[in-house]
T-cell receptor, first 115, second 111 residues
Framework: DTGVSQNPRHKITKRGQNVTFRCDPI?????LYWYRQTLGQGPEFLTY????????KSRLLSDRFSAERPKGSFSTLEIQRTEQGDSAMYLC?????????????FGSGTRLTVV | LAKTTQPISMDSYEGQEVNITCSHN???????ITWYQQFPSQGPRFIIQ???TKVTNEVASLFIPADRKSSTLSLPRVSLSDTAVYYC????????????FGGGTRVLVKP
């Protein structure tokens, strides 16, 4: 297993366009998380899935954001009608439900720039 | 979730020991203390986790006093590659509870 994979690594888009990011977690991990990180700040929780069920969404996740994990494996995060304030690093992480100290495994993130 | 307070930044030199103290005055009985490391343009990476006393692994040591209201991450003999942001997190170790990050401590290791 090569860890958590995120694609694309970088995305530049014009304001108002829609973007979609993909996360492939570690195969045996049944929990998947999305975080957003802006420059100089720690990651902020957006949402998480256990298998295909989305169990929690942050208030940061406006109506323009939607996340899916249709078969309990990979996940997508879509942002509609992007705004300049959406510019950030979007991080995906995965873990086992029975987390026993190894913590989360994060991907390298997708850096979004809205121009 | 217990709030954490840690220094914004620290400078050190190669070969020195770096100690980062995190305050978590309202830590709950079930809470564990976890530290993550993040390099630029990468996701955070788990370093160490503990509940009380001292925990040591191949990367770092974590010292937790009896009252558990603070903890200290110790990085022995740092190198330039240890330049990173270090996050202290406090939370309930159960069923993959989500992690809440603060601002972290930026450690700069100089030659």
């Amino acid at each position: 297993d090569t860890g958590v994979s995120q694609n694309p690594r970088h995305k530049i888009t014009k304001r108002g366009q829609n973007v979609t990011f993909r996360c492939d977690p570690i195969s045996e991990h049944n929990r998947l998380y999305w975080y957003r990180q802006t420059l100089g700040q720690g990651p902020e929780f957006l949402t998480y899935f256990q298998n295909e069920a989305q169990l929690e969404k942050s208030r940061l996740l406006s109506d323009r954001f939607s996340a899916e994990r249709p078969k309990g494996s990979f996940s997508t995060l879509e942002i509609q009608r992007t705004e300049q304030g959406d510019s950030a690093m979007y991080l995906c992480a995965s873990s086992l439900v029975r987390w026993d100290g190894d913590g989360y495994t994060f991907g390298s993130g997708t850096r979004l720039t809205v121009v | 979730l217990a709030k954490t307070t840690q220094p914004i930044s620290m400078d050190s030199y190669e070969g020195q020991e770096v100690n980062i103290t995190c305050s978590h005055n309202n830590i709950a009985t079930n809470d564990y203390i976890t530290w993550y490391q993040q390099f630029p343009s990468q996701g955070p990476r788990f370093i160490i986790q503990g509940y009380k006393t001292k925990v040591t692994n191949e990367v770092a040591s974590l010292f937790i006093p009896a009252d558990r209201k603070s903890s200290t991450l110790s990085l022995p003999r740092v190198s330039l590659s240890d330049t990173a942001v270090y996050y202290c997190l406090v939370g309930f170790k159960a069923a993959g509870n989500k992690l809440t990050f603060g601002g972290g401590t930026r450690v700069l290791v100089k030659p």
